[in-house]
């Protein structure tokens, strides 16, 4: 791909946008940083290439210039010599230098234009890459956030079943309790119950007998009077 489309295809792309439709954001994310470190880093190598080759263009530019210039004196100072050959073979050489400066500034502009599109894609790439990054960190920081939350909320799921089932036992518990107590206040108001009626008929049958006797005694006594 020509930088003149790689230019194009970078400067139109815009991340976010393919992001929001993304079924898995955070996986795009991490995908299209690692494609953008690798054009990133082509970019940067290619504008570092070019910058020096911009300043070596410069750099002949300038020369070719400068002998131009100083062909023109040469030039000047022959014919004021009265050397007129001497003055044409200094503009052949002003000409073919200036033809040459010409091819040079061409270079040099196609070069500078290059670089100014290289670095354009520089920055343009350095803030996807920052764009991207904070992303992550967003998306990163929301699933942390989702997944803690799911967490708590099994926790918490959790704590109330153990609960619920701790009130459970409580509940049999208690209940168990309750029943012992009133059955052993059953049997025990059973055996005092008991106890007072074998009491209550001994008692009845000692004065059963003693009335019986006493009876008995006045029969023989009345018996004996007549």
Known sequence: ??????????????????????????????????????????????????????????????????????????????????????????????????????????????????????????????????DLEARRNLLKGRAAAARTKGKLSETGSSLHHTMSTFNRMEDDVNRALYEAEALAKLRSGSAFDIDDEFTEIAEKEKQGNSVEDELALLKKQVNKDE
């Not at 200094?90 to 070069?111: C, I, M, P, R, S």
């Open 1 to 130: 791909m020509s930088i003149i489309q790689r230019f194009k295809t970078i400067m139109a792309s815009n991340i976010n946008t393919l992001l929001d439709k993304a079924d898995n954001p955070e996986k795009l994310v991490d995908q299209y940083l690692k494609e953008l470190a690798i054009d990133f880093g082509k970019v940067k190598s290619e504008m570092t290439a070019m910058q020096m080759n911009k300043q070596r263009l410069k750099r002949q530019l300038d020369e070719y210039r400068a002998d131009s210039n100083r062909m023109q004196l040469y030039a000047v100072k022959a014919l004021e010599n009265n050397e007129e050959e001497e003055a044409r073979k200094f503009l052949e050489k002003k000409a073919a230098l200036t033809d040459k400066a010409v091819e040079l500034q061409n270079q040099y502009d196609g070069v500078c234009t290059s670089t100014e599109q290289m670095q354009q894609m520089y920055e343009k790439l350095a803030g996807d890459i920052r």
